[in-house]
């Protein structure tokens, strides 16, 4: 018997969701099917597929006319249509589905599917950050290039095009990203009905004025814990209110956004906003005196932590700790931040570099990734590292830490600067004393290349030949 799974979804979540989910259940019966359907309504995620039903079926079908995650699909033939093209012929998406050819598989596809194999082995805690963190990114690569772009246009003389560009940056991007970050990990918690309360818990977090202290705010630590009350109350609410299904209606548009956005508000207003305003002034205090010998041990610390696991959590949480800090428009923050991205350009550099030297100690397949590799290096794609890692971790992750420590540390010891979390070689026009960067990262990329290259074995004839 074929096996499908689906997701429907419409923009209000309260009736089309739910006609989609019908006819489709309806359709495979008739057709001598089985199908599984996982809802996206008003009130979250229903019925949610496992990573078992998804691995069963031969088809995937998305019925949906809001944007619905991919990544669990990947290997599979999908099927994209609207969720009305659900309801009026279920039958026919159905049979056009498992018409569809499986996707190609390609390097990338190795990358993809072992970050993927990497995900679903981290705890929930760390997904639902991770979930803010890549909703919030845009924002501060959108605001760091602005705000360095004014400087380079000449912000002293205030030139009109100066003070616009600072306000998309500062005034704007900067302002938001905080809020953002909290509303999706709200999101990720308590499905839709939590983004609302994250986001004014975020927001009332980056105003001090709020709480008592026009001088400061609570910045990203405000905005992560906003975050997780706002998702962890919405969602206890959601599941300890019950209505008459006449009534179920105005739960997520009226009673759960009124009760949670209050629950939240009040909260940071007078309970937490004040505290963590005073931690993250002291946190940043501590970081502009740091001497030399602090700002070396700081480097090393987070260019090893950033090759580690190659965008795993360890990975995440020194990338996330510099993006922070790139918020408080510091020098400091700029710093931490070029050592933390040279770091992260270092891993699949070296492999790339070392696969070039000497290609006798990789296989075929090794040799022809090596070239994607240093693309993904370039681009501050660290995870281009990671078929290497996992074909030979014990020889290739403390190569690769070493490397990354070393770009952190001469990074930091020559005071390089970044307004931009992310771009890799795209944002070396903005970087503050590159040319210094640059030979951080390429002294990292060869100290990795030479610790693999005198570490790994040589690859025989047999292995060669059976690859």
């Not at 019908?22 to 599984?36: F, M, P, Q, S, T």
């Not at 008003?42 to 088809?59: F, K, M, N, Q, W």
């Not at 995900?119 to 997904?127: E, F, G, H, L, N």
Request: overall charge neutral.
């Amino acid at each position: 018997m074929k096996k499908l799974v689906a997701v429907t979804a419409c923009p209000t979540g309260i009736a089309h969701t739910y006609m989609a989910e019908e006819a489709l259940l309806k359709a495979a019966r008739e057709l001598g099917y089985e199908i599984r359907v996982e809802t996206h309504g008003a009130s979250g995620v229903e019925h949610a597929l496992t990573p078992a039903d998804i691995e069963a079926a031969d088809a995937v079908i998305i019925a949906a006319d809001t944007a619905v995650d991919l990544t669990p699909f990947r290997g599979k033939p999908v099927l994209q249509a609207s969720v009305s093209s659900a309801i009026q012929d279920a039958a026919g998406l159905i049979q056009s589905a498992l018409a569809q050819p499986a996707p190609a598989s390609e390097y990338l596809e190795r990358v993809s599917e072992l970050k993927a194999r990497q995900k679903a082995q981290t705890p929930a805690v760390y997904r639902h950050l991770m979930n803010g963190v890549s909703h919030m990114l845009p924002l501060v690569v959108a605001g760091g290039i602005f705000i360095a772009l004014s400087f380079a246009v000449d912000i002293q003389t205030k030139s009109p095009l100066s003070v616009a560009f600072m306000n998309i940056g500062g005034g704007s991007a900067f302002q938001l990203f905080v809020p953002i970050l909290a509303a999706y990990i709200a999101q990720s918690i308590a499905d839709r009905p939590g983004f609302a309360p994250g986001l004014v818990g975020g927001w009332i977090g980056t105003q001090g004025a709020m709480y008592g202290n026009p001088h400061a705010s609570a910045g990203y630590l405000g905005g992560i814990l906003a975050g997780f009350l706002a998702g962890y109350i919405t969602k206890f609410l959601n599941q300890a209110i019950r209505l008459p299904k006449t009534l179920a209606g105005i739960k997520p548009i009226l009673i759960l956004p009124v009760l949670s956005v209050g629950i939240v508000g009040l909260l940071m207003i007078f309970v937490l906003g004040r505290p963590i305003a005073a931690l993250m002034e002291w946190m940043t205090n501590g970081l502009a005196h740091m001497g030399t010998t602090g700002s070396a041990g700081l480097g090393l610390l987070l260019g090893a932590m950033m090759a580690f696991d190659m965008g795993g959590p360890v990975n995440k949480v020194a990338y996330f700790f510099a993006v922070g800090l790139l918020a408080s428009h510091s020098v400091e923050g700029e710093i931490i931040m070029a050592a933390v991205m040279g770091a992260g350009m270092v891993p699949p550099l070296g492999l790339a570099l070392a696969t070039l030297i000497n290609p006798g100690k990789f296989l075929p397949e090794e040799r022809d990734a090596g070239k994607a590799a240093a693309v993904l290096g370039l681009c501050f794609i660290t995870e281009g590292a990671i078929p290497f890692a996992a074909n030979d971790p014990f020889r290739v992750i403390p190569s690769i830490m070493v490397g990354s420590a070393i770009t952190g540390m001469l990074t930091m010891l020559f005071r390089v600067t970044s307004p931009a979390p992310h771009g890799g070689i795209f944002v070396f026009p903005l970087i503050g004393h590159w040319p210094l960067y640059a030979l951080a990262i390429a002294i990292g990329a060869v100290v990795t290349a030479g610790l693999v290259m005198l570490l790994k074995k040589s690859v025989s004839l047999e292995e060669s030949a059976v690859a």
